[in-house]
């Protein structure tokens, strides 16, 4: 079954923003992108956009940091594994920084969530499915920050294979950003935990 393509990046945008990984929201696309082609479809035991199987997905539905308690079931809602699989990346890129004592690449983070991937592909792959969603990224942060989004954000969504150090402090100085009627105020919070380590030199 089809994902209309802005609806799931705008969804991501939501479940990056609240894991506070939103420096990785391109590589939650093209992890998409590379799995299924960003289709609500199921591969064996391998289901949804993400290609999650019941194992994993129970593993991090439930999370008291975070104050989730999705069902079960929920792994078959694709908008659910945009909200599940941020959590997967954070926990994932917080294990690979105390490991590596830098920030992973892609690759790394990749392998660290699906170690039986093709190795020997892998690169090429990612690069592609990165390259096949970055148009994705402007389009879906600002429909989901209306016309608040801070100029900031645009330089973070364009500069991902950068460190922006410098931008981080700026960011905490721009005011809540609002959706509609309700604020934001998580994309702030999640923000101010920010720091280089979340930003990658090279996402490959």
Known sequence: MGIDRSDFAEECVDGAVYCGIFAYLHYLLAVAQLRSKISDTNQGEEIGPFRLIQKDWDAFRSDADFEFNFLSSDINIWRMQCHVVPLVVYRAEQRLFNKLNRTPSAVELYQEQWPQSQQATLVNDLRDALASTETLLLPAAKAFFGDDIPVVVTLILQSLHKILHQ??????????????????????????????????????
């Open 167 to 204: 931008v981080l402090s700026i960011l905490r100085g721009y005011p809540v950003a609002t959706k509609g009627n309700n604020l934001r105020t998580k994309f702030w919070t999640t923000l101010g935990r920010l720091d280089s380590r979340f930003i990658s030199k090279s996402l490959l």
